[in-house]
């Protein structure tokens, strides 16, 4: 496990501190937990583009929410 130092102005860390305090936990533990969720959504956004990559790749890609209208329903007359 790495330490690191990090250096807050006092009004920053006392809202930090406060928020811990409401929180049941430590400056500490908010401040790792931040960084995990943080590090996980990169990685997270990091999938999600290769994985648009790999479709736009494929030869007759296509993309649909739902289900699709039958020919009745995409012909109709509002």
Same mark, same amino acid.
């Given at each position: ?5 990090? $250096? ?17 936990? $430590? ?12 590090? $996980? ?11 648009? $990559? ?25």
């Amino acid at each position: 496990m790495k330490n690191i130092t990090l $250096s807050l102005d006092d009004v920053t860390y006392q809202l930090v501190e406060h928020k811990a305090v409401a929180t049941g936990t $430590s400056v500490d533990q908010l401040i790792l937990e931040h960084l995990q969720d943080w590090a $996980s959504h990169e990685e997270r956004l990091q999938q999600a583009r290769r994985d648009m $990559s790999f479709l736009f790749q494929r030869p007759n890609w296509r993309f649909a929410v739902g289900t699709a209208d039958d020919r009745e329903q995409r012909n109709a007359r509002d």
